[in-house]
């Protein structure tokens, strides 16, 4: 065991993403997805507005400028995020103007103000643009305007704004005459007070105002904006090293994705971890109040579910959003009746490593690691190497076929057990992890392209058509996914079908709608025939097709059909329901197939046993292989003895409850778990070399919000006995913090003598109760996961209950 510990360390999959020294922190903490009005700003410290601006400085939101309704502001208002409460901001120098639609950005200890319309709103009298910046130095509260040689950017509002590299980059926008796309940067450092215009390569957003940007990952992103028609839903990002940019381009890959927010103007977008969040807006008349999330390591959208005990606020556009700690705050905004608010919305962000499942499983896909099934397709019979476990799981018919020709190769080795034993043959080479897989499965109505495509849906649901052609409408590609359609209908994957089928009809056009027909027809796909022909009958398609010499070649049935269709076209169904059910996408997804295998199914295919205490459960090499680098490095250089594994985690044999929520996440990333659970799980990415510590955090989670003084000596006597120092030491703060109501249980009478003399050295460093009190004490912070508590907050806050 000592030299797969060895081996294990030695090949930590991701060491970046193991952070071994991950701690429990003392609360309180907020619930995750969490909406919370805070304290709202009276009018006696600043006024309700909206298209004003919010920057984060230190344990602060700073918000300036906007309009009330009835005139512009320029004044320079404080939310205090420890304290709670607004304040007005006194400040020297002279102040930017009055303005609403500027922008402002902060670098090191400085806010920067650009740009914006001023004027007075109600006498309709000196409206004008700006292209002026100022300074708002933070330690003194001083304004201080630059002064630029050479060009300038053309005045502008509504633009957007960030800081990368020591310099301002300022985009698009409106100057009152047109929108903007062109691009402008000057060195927030030094004497040399220079705007430069920026080259810009790449795919271009439309000119476009009323838009925000967020900077991640050496990126700028920019979502939306009021583009007059072009107005689109794309996700742009520029690439600050190469001024190039470029389009997020997802919609060509089949997977199972949320859609993008719908196209809007006036919203807010931050950036936290590797997260992109969307709040808010006008979208097409409407102003939503939904939250949407843009993961960049999948490039997938998705709504968030918030917390159900949420106070979220009502839509609106125009307001504006900054990021303190592991929280989203959002301030002000035009609500319905072009009502200015004035309050104030804290969000409680999430920070969970990413889900590797996907990845872990194409990764031993890619390697051909452990492959115990061969599937000759199609009728070449060309080999393509898999697991057994994944396509049982994935598809019924795969898994029928392996199940019949699992029985016939256990047939075939038992004879040729009989067969050695009786001299007649000579003995086979033991398994090795690189062996040829001896089971064989023969699929002749597949073809190895698409098959291999279906494969890795099936690892890592989902598929990209366009690997070898970029054109996601070029009539190969088309071709490509209709056979990948047919097949999927023959192995029953009923989602990977409908994802098929909604990007046939994405990218039909005049180019491939003929092909595509015939290919339907030949096929016997009726839902894609019926949408071609319904694309080709349509008044604006029909002539041109018909007249196309690709018609003049057409199959004379197919011919008849679409003229046919033409003279007498099927009853119309109603827009929605024709809309619902092209879009709808039916079928199960990699987690819950997963699901259903491990508690269903699974265990007849399972080709090793996992044993803990007097209980085992059955498991699969390979699942466990892609998942664990310790399972990988045991399986790779031996086969354990009659298949039994003896499992442990560090010096601890975890329970029976425990291993089985260790399985639930290892098969299908589940990390829903009971907190005890937790407690024995805290160090299993670590000792199992897991790709990331996605468990352990929630493990860590799971023990910050659900331990309380009634469980916390039980919790204590695990942590001593597994010799978790971390948790043990978060239980004796815990029981110290509450030790009136601990003292008083059973449980603590029956503690051992050392557990007993750690629960009095914890009480020894704790104030005396005559100890005076601070003259300012602090309040908690609001989260401990965005600021751990010090040891001196910790002991103002003891002191001062007392």
């Not at 491939?512 to 016997?524: C, E, T």
């Not at 679409?562 to 099927?570: F, K, M, S």
């Not at 985690?649 to 639930?664: K, Q």
């Amino acid at each position: 065991m000592h030299n797969i510990a060895k081996m294990i360390t030695e090949q930590l999959r991701n060491p970046n993403e193991l952070d071994i020294s991950l701690r429990m922190e003392f609360g309180p903490f907020e619930t995750i997805h969490k909406w919370k009005r805070m304290s709202e700003c009276y009018e006696f410290v600043g006024a309700r507005r909206s298209k004003h601006t919010a920057v984060a400085y230190k344990d602060a939101i700073y918000v300036f400028g906007g309009d009330n309704g009835k005139s512009m502001l320029n004044d320079l208002i404080r939310f205090d995020i420890r304290e709670k409460s607004w304040t007005k901001t006194g400040c020297m120098g002279t102040p930017p103007a009055p303005r609403y639609h500027h922008s402002a950005v902060v670098h090191r200890s400085s806010m920067f103000v650009f740009g914006g319309y001023t004027g007075d709103i109600l006498a309709n009298s000196n409206l004008t643009n700006k292209n002026d910046l100022f300074e708002y130095k933070f330690p003194n509260a001083q304004w201080v305007q630059w002064k630029f040689t050479g060009q300038e950017p053309v005045p502008r509002s509504a633009h957007g704004a960030a800081v990368y590299d020591d310099k301002l980059w300022i985009f698009a926008g409106y100057d009152g005459n047109a929108r903007l796309n062109d691009m402008w940067t000057c060195n927030l450092v030094g004497e040399n007070h220079q705007w430069e215009k920026i080259e810009q390569k790449g795919e271009c957003p439309p000119t476009c105002c009323n838009f925000p940007v967020a900077v991640a990952r050496n990126k700028m992103f920019v979502f939306s904006g009021q583009s007059g028609a072009k107005i689109t839903n794309a996700l742009f990002q520029f690439d600050f090293e190469t001024h190039t940019w470029s389009r997020v381009c997802t919609e060509h890959l089949l997977r199972s994705a949320g859609p993008a927010p719908a196209r809007r103007y006036g919203h807010v977008m931050v950036h936290h971890a590797r997260h992109l969040y969307v709040f808010g807006g006008a979208a097409d008349s409407t102003l939503p109040s939904d939250l949407h999330c843009y993961d960049l390591d999948t490039q997938m959208w998705s709504v968030l579910q918030v917390a159900t005990d949420s106070q979220v606020p009502s839509g609106r556009l125009f307001h504006a959003g900054a990021v303190v700690g592991d929280a989203m705050y959002v301030f002000g905004g035009t609500v319905d009746n072009n009502v200015r608010s004035g309050d104030l919305y804290r969000f409680q962000l999430s920070n969970y490593p990413r889900c590797t499942l996907h990845d872990d499983f194409g990764r031993i896909l890619k390697s051909q690691q452990f492959c115990d099934v061969t599937l000759l397709v199609g009728a070449e019979e060309t080999p393509v190497f898999a697991h057994q476990a994944m396509l049982a799981a994935r598809s019924q018919y795969l898994r029928t076929k392996i199940k019949l020709y699992a029985l016939i190769a256990r047939e075939s080795r038992e004879e040729l057990l009989r067969r050695i034993e009786a001299g007649e043959e000579e003995p086979t080479e033991q398994f090795s992890y690189k062996s040829q897989p001896q089971l064989v499965v023969r699929l002749p109505e597949a073809t190895p392209e698409a098959f291999r495509m279906i494969l890795n849906y099936i690892y890592t649901d989902k598929i990209d058509p366009t690997e070898k052609d970029e054109d996601p409408a070029s009539p190969a590609t088309m071709l490509l996914v209709m056979e990948v359609l047919r097949l999927a209908l023959r192995l029953k994957i009923p989602r990977l079908r409908g994802l098929c089928a909604r990007y046939l009809r994405a990218n039909l056009c005049y180019g491939n709608v003929l092909q595509a027909l015939h290919a339907a027809h030949q096929a016997n796909l009726a839902c894609i025939k019926e949408y071609c022909l319904r694309f080709v009958v349509k008044d604006y398609n029909f002539t041109p097709i018909v007249m196309s010499a690709e018609f003049e070649q057409m199959e004379q049935q197919l011919m008849v059909e679409v003229i046919r269709r033409r003279q007498q076209p099927p009853p119309k169904q109603p827009a929605a329901a024709q809309h619902d059910a092209e879009e709808e996408i039916i079928g199960t997804n990699l987690e819950q197939d997963m699901c259903v295998f491990v508690t269903s199914g699974g265990a007849e295919l399972a080709d090793v046993r996992l044993r803990v205490g007097f209980a085992s459960r059955p498991a699969h090499r390979s699942i466990l292989a892609a998942r664990a680098a310790y399972f990988e490095a045991m399986f790779r250089s031996f086969s354990p003895q009659d298949n039994i594994v003896n499992i442990q985690i560090c010096d601890t044999i975890p329970s029976e409850e425990a291993f089985d929520s260790l399985l639930r996440y290892m098969y299908y990333g589940d990390t829903n778990m009971p907190t005890e659970d937790s407690l024995y799980l805290f160090q299993a990415p670590i000792y199992y070399g897991f790709t990331n510590n996605r468990l352990q955090v929630f493990c860590k989670h799971n023990l910050q919000s659900n331990v309380s003084p009634d469980n916390v000596v039980a919790i204590l006597q695990a942590a001593d006995r597994m010799r978790a120092a971390d948790i043990k030491e978060y239980a004796l703060k815990m029981i110290v913090h509450h030790f009136e109501l601990v003292a008083h249980q059973d449980s603590i009478r029956t503690l051992a003598q050392p557990l007993l003399v750690d629960i009095i050295c914890a009480l020894a460093e704790e104030p005396r109760h005559d100890t005076p009190l601070p003259l300012h004490p602090r309040s908690l912070p609001s989260s401990s996961s965005g600021d751990t508590l010090a040891d001196e907050d910790y002991i103002r806050y003891r002191t001062n209950r007392s």
